[in-house]
């Protein structure tokens, strides 16, 4: 069910307002790229500094341009599991593909708490769920053993893993395993991953599209031609806090303004010329490859 390039999606803003207008532009652009589909206020989409009213406005407005041609998941965190559930009986409004859930942040429980954390949600919608095992942000980590136990929960389907000397212990399991690592996508395909949601894909998506598209087809020499192509760029997307980097390159392509939401604060100098140096490499790296329209 998930598969391919999904893009968790930034926030646009103008003069700290959501800007609307920006975020359906950039959905109707990834759309022609042949993404697989959206996470609507994941990380990369600061929705930890968002509002309720401005979730609820990002929602709308990629629920909106998405339509009927491409699915959507939501991001829903939080560090109490009652929380998360409240917020997905919210969600439930839109036709989203499902839910984007991470760990409770901060709390750091057992992985018998993690198991009973997931339950929970999992009872509290019938729609798809994707774990998300990001450690750094949460402070604990989903252990492969975890992962595979929750799959038996019907609608736990997929994981997002940015972890990835997890991804052979996840190989051959019931989960649709997707990479969280911009840098690890080919590895994770070659683990048997489905694809990637992936920052970076903002940017070149249809560079992305290509490499899942050559590994499937066995093509593997131009997948790796293609993630090597792109990995001075995933290098330093993470460098100084995300989303900033990738805001300052849509920004200089004309996309969205490179407004972030403090304290996320825009990239320095340094940081600024080396994504530039970067993007100006890839820019005669051709994709030599049909694009799967959406």
Known sequence: MFSGIWIPLVTP??????????????????QSAGVSGFVALGTTGE????????????????????????????????????????????????NSAGYLVP??????????????????????????????NVPKRTGVSIAPQTALVLAEQPNIVAIKECVAEHFGALQGGPLDVLSGDDSALLECLAHGGTGGIL???HLRPELFVALVAHHRAGRIDEARRLADALAP??????????????????????SIGADTRAPILP?????????????HTLENVEADYPLRLA
């Open 233 to 254: 760029l995933a290098a330093l997307l993470f460098a100084e806090p995300n989303p900033a980097p990738v805001k300052t390159l849509l920004s200089a392509q004309g």
């Open 47 to 94: 929705a930890a500094l968002l509002s309720q009213i401005e979730r609820y406005t990002v929602l709308e407005a990629i629920a909106d341009a998405c339509g009927d041609r491409t699915p959507f998941l939501i991001g829903v965190g939080a560090a109490d599991t009652r929380e998360v559930c409240a917020q997905i009986r919210h969600y439930e409004r839109w």
């Open 199 to 201: 920052a970076g894909a």
């Open 267 to 279: 990239v320095s100098e340094s940081l600024h010329r080396r994504l530039m140096t970067a993007m």
């Open 13 to 30: 803003f103008h003069r700290d307002r959501v800007d609307t207008t920006a975020l359906r532009r950039l959905v109707c652009h990834y």
């Open 103 to 132: 760990p409770p942040y901060y709390v750091c429980p057992s992985q018998a708490g993690l198991r009973w954390h997931y339950a929970q949600v999992a009872d509290s919608t019938t729609r798809p769920l994707v774990l998300y």
